[in-house]
């Protein structure tokens, strides 16, 4: 069977944030670093299933490197119908420990969350935060050496790329990146 998140990856946002009449969006909390062992087992039953990634910098061994990470570690989205899946397999799937329930059936997730975090993620599933970037904004690097630090977004181009005024140091200092290895500070 093909896998249901590599066809999620496929299509465009107006897709990706249809289901199927009587579908509703579930959460599953996952085993420790399983989310995407769960993701792939459960879209190969059949299950409509999204995992909310974001770019993370990974520091080891002196050493940095940049991966996709879960945006919520041990948690995913899985849709189904309830009234006519069979969801009671999805808490027996390698990887999830269990499905959110009230009382003795699942909860919902409110309407329009999984939707809006669908609609501002890119094809791979990975959340883009950049959107909403304008000059004169405080920003926080989200990947990269730099990673956590604040600074104002200076300059956007239509290439992608942004430059970014970090204060290192007692000193100003101008930084150029991608636009999507920032986010817009809280």
């Not at 940095?64 to 969801?87: E, G, K, S």
């Not at 997730?109 to 959107?131: H, N």
Request: glycine share 8%.
């Amino acid at each position: 069977m093909a896998s249901m998140t590599a066809d999620l990856g496929a299509m465009d946002g107006a897709e990706r944030r249809l289901l199927a009449p009587g579908q509703r969006w579930y959460l599953a909390h996952t085993l420790p670093h399983k989310e995407t062992t769960a993701e792939m087992r459960l879209a190969d039953q059949g299950f409509h299933v999204f995992l909310p990634r974001r770019l993370k910098t990974v520091r080891h061994a002196r050493r940095m490197r940049t991966v996709n990470a879960p945006l919520f570690p041990r948690y995913l989205f899985v849709a189904f119908d309830i009234d006519r899946a069979q969801w009671r397999s999805i808490n027996g799937t390698i990887g999830v420990a269990t499905l959110f329930m009230a009382r003795e059936r699942p909860l919902a997730v409110p309407d329009g969350v999984v939707e809006t975090l669908i609609q501002s993620s890119d094809r791979g599933g990975c959340l883009r935060f950049d959107s909403e970037l304008t000059p004169g904004q405080q920003v926080r690097l989200i990947a990269g050496p730099f990673t956590e630090t604040l600074g104002v977004l200076d300059h956007l181009d239509a290439r992608g790329r942004v430059e970014v005024l970090l204060n290192i140091m007692g000193s100003v200092t101008r930084v150029r990146l991608h636009r999507e290895l920032l986010e817009p500070a809280a």
